[in-house]
């Protein structure tokens, strides 16, 4: 059993119970354990303490209505076959996230974005390069691949982009994922401060722009915050 591992998923869920909540936040959290406002902030961003105490854990998870499986167990991760050593996958568990790739490109049914498509492959990024711009877990983060040359030349067909999920609203300009009928299109949404409605545009400028488009009737699937692209 591999403990380290377990403890970096167990802070990695309760962050995103945290997050995820309407009501709770790290300090709250904190008070319902009995503790001081900055000690959960602590235990999920620096492992600090290393681990929770039973009875702070059966706190948490009345508090949030779930059963200790939604944490998994130490046996979920066996220490037999392992090419790396306990020290060095401890030590990139810690720096990097691991995102799924899904086999999506042009086409998805309901649900949300990921529902149902199969995980080809994950991809690592930086845990310190994905917090400079979110703060989304693995679980809030897709790869996907683009389709077609409306977004040329910023995205070109095949390339990889990186998807923050949490971002479902239109607060800033940029490029997201957005679901059209049972189509899902890649567009730059740009937001007018005045009349608080959007534009959606391709890059390619043979493709038609919609504008004057309403935020509340758009089904925002999440932001770009990267792309990959083989040469």
Not at 12 to 26: A, F, V
Not at 81 to 97: A, L, V
Not at 116 to 121: A, D, L, R, V, Y
Request: proline share 2%.
């Amino acid at each position: 059993m591999d403990y380290n591992r377990y403890y970096i998923r167990f802070r990695q869920k309760l962050d995103h119970l945290i997050r995820t909540s309407n009501h709770d936040d790290y300090a709250s959290l904190s008070a319902l354990i009995g503790k001081n406002h900055a000690y959960m902030q602590q235990f999920i961003k620096r492992g600090v303490p290393k681990c929770l105490k039973d009875e702070d854990t059966e706190k948490i998870i009345k508090h949030f209505n779930i059963t200790m499986d939604y944490f998994g167990s130490p046996d979920d991760f066996s220490n037999v076959g392992r090419g790396f050593s306990d020290s060095q996958t401890s030590n990139f568990e810690e720096e990097y996230i691991r995102v799924n790739v899904y086999e999506i490109e042009a086409a998805a049914g309901a649900g949300s974005m990921v529902d149902n498509n199969e995980i080809s492959n994950k991809l690592a990024f930086k845990k310190s390069w994905i917090r400079s711009s979110s703060n989304a877990t693995a679980d809030d983060l897709a790869v996907i691949t683009v389709s077609g040359d409306s977004m040329n030349p910023t995205l070109y067909d095949g390339d990889r982009i990186l998807v923050d999920m949490t971002q479902t609203s239109i607060k800033n300009d940029g490029i997201y994922v957005l679901r059209n009928d049972d189509m899902i299109l890649v567009k730059r949404i740009s937001l007018n401060p005045v009349t608080k409605l959007c534009t959606i545009k391709s890059d390619n400028s043979f493709y038609e722009s919609w504008e004057g488009c309403k935020t509340t009737d758009l089904d925002i699937l999440g932001r770009v915050i990267w792309m990959g692209r083989n040469i």
